[in-house]
């Protein structure tokens, strides 16, 4: 089978060019983790070293820098149509829904606060509901694809999709 016709059999990509996750959105990820690099680097500078918590400025940067590595790696997932995408989703939809959720409870003050609800409301939720239908998204057409990789004599070894032996008139064995 050619690429095309693996990912077509996948669900990756159908027959008529489009996908299941629409292409716009893997750059649009990678796009959220460039934009997070600067955000976070103010965080780290202009945070409170105290915040009635010791190492406030470590834990809210470093919480930022694994959001934007889990933005960028759902990026990169998406754009090459790894199965891996839907790990990627689901652990930044995870981690949005955290930072909306710490965000808006540990804001001080009205402008704070109001902050805080505008951008979970309008972005960190919304991109977390995306992540979760992209890791649905990409749930389904395994489940979809694997019946008909294993009728066509694929097999899974060392978490790679090996094809058939063609040719041979007996497949060999694989574990």
């Known amino acids: 089978m050619t690429e095309l016709a693996l990912r077509a059999a996948a669900g990756l990509r159908r027959d008529d060019g489009?996908?299941?996750?629409?292409?716009?959105?893997g750059p649009a990820f990678l796009l959220c983790a460039l934009i997070l690099i600067p955000w976070t680097a103010m965080l780290f500078l202009t945070l409170p070293g105290s915040y009635g918590a010791n190492h406030w400025r470590l834990a809210w940067g470093g919480f930022d820098v694994a959001l934007g590595v889990a933005l960028a790696a759902t990026g990169i997932a998406v754009l090459r149509r790894s199965p891996f995408g839907e790990i990627a989703a689901t652990m930044t939809g995870t981690l949005l829904l955290c930072d909306a959720w710490f965000d808006v409870l540990t804001s001080h003050g009205t402008a704070d606060v109001a902050q805080a609800l505008a951008s979970a409301v309008f972005v960190e939720i919304p991109l977390a509901c995306l992540c979760f239908?992209?890791?649905?998204?990409?749930?389904?057409?395994m489940e979809i694809a694997a019946p008909y990789l294993r009728a066509a004599g694929f097999t899974i070894k060392d978490r790679t999709l090996v094809p058939p032996v063609v040719g041979t008139g007996a497949r060999s064995e694989r574990s």
Do not use: H, K
Not at 18 to 23: A, D, E, N
Not at 133 to 141: D, E, K, L, T, V
């Open 18 to 25: 489009t996908s299941l996750v629409p292409p716009w959105i």
């Open 133 to 141: 239908w992209i890791a649905r998204n990409f749930a389904r057409a």
